[in-house]
């Protein structure tokens, strides 16, 4: 069991760093580091000079940095998907019968798979803003599914630590609309940042402050869905703390985390429209999505009575 349970936390840290690792592509501008797929410049492992690119490659495609984050992002991609599918073998062959165990290992490692081919896809799309926003999203799916997966497996190890029926359900339902708003406001963002990179192309010589002007006022309805999301969490806290039963620590840091990750969220998106696109904050705004995302399911498995895992 403890065998299973270290795998399934691997799988799961490891696709949250590559969902890092994947903004971190998209925000330096590699995506197209490597113009072909599966291989970089025709070569398994990327160029590391002008020399070394083969004779037809038009040298001003090479930049030797962005294609190395490209394929540190592929190399990465490989190996957690080679986590998840060892963790969907073993969730089959020993735990075949707990279905909250099983099914989203394997729905984890078929993504996984589809994963990989819809990423040579965005490439081979010249980065379609549709394809990479639906990579983003698919990744976030598979980070979820093996969040829930491995909690299960923590409790089936060592059991729950959570009084069944110390939560209301109007807990629980709160948390389920904050996590599908918040998924809502991740595509929303996804499609922001499709509009922009639109935008960029259609107006090469804008700077970021007219690209903002340009996306128009649907920028603030992004912010103000942020404000929302803030508001509910801060109410799901309230919530939680108010109970007569004291929280499991497990609770007690989920809440706290959440709190800390959508009060950075909210510094992060206002120095967005103020400060006119930095990538650094571009980046962690993506993460920390994902990692809101995941640590709202963590809390809902946790408040949510089981009284066994099956």
């Not at 490209?70 to 599918?85: H, M, S, Y």
């Not at 165990?101 to 490692?109: D, G, H, N």
């Not at 010249?126 to 698919?138: E, M, T």
């Not at 340009?214 to 992004?222: A, C, S």
Request: hydrophobic share 55%; net charge positive; glycine share 8%.
């Amino acid at each position: 069991m403890k065998a299973f349970l270290r795998l399934s936390v691997f799988a799961t840290l490891g696709t949250y760093l590559l969902i890092f690792i994947g903004g971190l592509v998209r925000v330096s501008g590699a995506g197209l580091g490597c113009p072909d797929w599966p291989k970089c410049f025709g070569r398994w492992v990327p160029p590391l000079s002008l020399s070394q690119l083969p004779p037809d490659v038009n040298p001003v495609m090479f930049n030797v940095a962005l294609a190395w984050i490209e394929w540190l992002n592929r190399l990465a991609g490989v190996i957690v998907g080679v986590l998840i599918a060892a963790t969907a073998i073993m969730a089959l062959v020993k735990f075949r019968h707990v279905k909250r165990i099983w099914i989203p290992a394997v729905l984890s490692a078929l993504l996984v798979a589809f994963q990989g081919w819809q990423g040579g896809a965005v490439v081979l799309s010249q980065l379609n803003p549709l394809s990479v926003s639906l990579h983003l999203l698919i990744a976030i799916v598979i980070a979820s599914l093996l969040t829930y997966m491995t909690q299960h497996a923590y409790y089936l190890d060592v059991g729950s630590p959570e009084d069944a029926g110390a939560y209301s359900k109007g807990l629980r339902t709160t948390i389920v609309v904050l996590w599908i708003v918040a998924f809502v406001q991740v595509l929303f963002g996804a499609s922001l940042r499709g509009s922009l990179e639109t935008l960029m192309a259609s107006h090469p010589l804008a700077n970021d402050y007219e690209l903002l002007n340009l996306l128009g006022g649907v920028k603030y309805v992004h912010l103000l869905i942020g404000v929302a999301i803030a508001v509910m969490t801060y109410q799901v806290g309230y919530m939680v703390f108010k109970t007569d039963t004291q929280p499991s620590l497990l609770v007690r840091y989920a809440i706290w985390l959440l709190i800390i990750l959508i009060t950075l969220q909210l510094f992060a998106g206002t120095g967005l429209i103020a400060i006119a696109l930095p990538p650094l904050l571009e980046l962690f705004h993506l993460w920390i999505a994902a990692l809101f995302l995941g640590t709202l399911l963590i809390l809902y498995t946790a408040v949510k009575p089981v009284k066994e895992v099956s």
